[in-house]
Structures are given as C-alpha cells and as structure tokens.
Nanobody, 115 residues
Framework: VQLVESGGGLVQPGGSLRLSCAAS????????MNWYRQAPGKERELVAR????????TYPDSVKGRFTISRDNAKNTVYLQMNSLKPEDTAVYYC?????????WGQGTQVTVSS
C-alpha cells in the first residue's frame, strides 16, 4: 500500500489549495479514505472522511463549509479542496486509510497559511 500526497504550499489567509493523494497497492474503490492534519505541538486530527463510493462525507466543525473531500476511483486518487484558509489551518496534511489489519499513512504535505 502506498499513499502519496501532493499540492501543499504557502498560501495567504483567505486563499485556497487543493491537495491530492495518489493511492496504490490495494483496491482503492473499496475503502474509506481520510485526510488528517497535525500542527506543531498538537495531536493529529481528522479533517475529512469519504466513503468508498464517495457518496458520504464527514467533516469536523473546524473545517465544515470550507473544506471538501472528493475521490476519483478511476484514478485511485482522493482530493481535499481547502477554501477560505486560516492561519490555524497550518499543518502537515496526511492521507490515510485502514486496510486491515493496519493503518496506512502518506508522507504528508505541508500547508502554511500566512501573510
């Protein structure tokens, strides 16, 4: 199983970024996919979850209405569209799936929101 994130960078407050996660090594279309983030000195937190078919999504209140998770099962890729970014969104963002019996994580991509 391999998860490779891309799309992070430096953006001004109020700006947007789109993260991508290319997956391989498992039947992507059969598994829930997640985006997590971890800021310095803080625990890793879930920011978005999408069902295997893409019909159901979940967000915490901190990003609801600003972030959108989507997936393209034909391309084995999951996306995170982030709008109206705030400085507190600064973190390393990780793609994740649970492929029994273990968790798999990407290497992470840095998102920095600063003027």
């Amino acid at each position: 199983v391999q998860l490779v994130e891309s799309g992070g960078g430096l953006v001004q407050p109020g700006g947007s970024l789109r993260l991508s996660c290319a997956a391989s090594g498992f039947t992507f279309s059969s598994y829930v996919m997640n985006w997590y983030r971890q800021a310095p000195g803080k625990e890793r937190e879930l920011v978005a979850r999408i069902s295997s078919a893409g019909s159901s999504t979940t967000y915490p209140d901190s990003v609801k209405g600003r972030f959108t998770i989507s997936r393209d099962n034909a391309k084995n890729t999951v996306y995170l569209q982030m709008n109206s970014l705030k400085p507190e969104d600064t973190a390393v963002y990780y793609c994740h799936t649970f492929y029994g019996p273990r968790n798999y994580w990407g290497q992470g991509t840095q998102v920095t929101v600063s003027s």
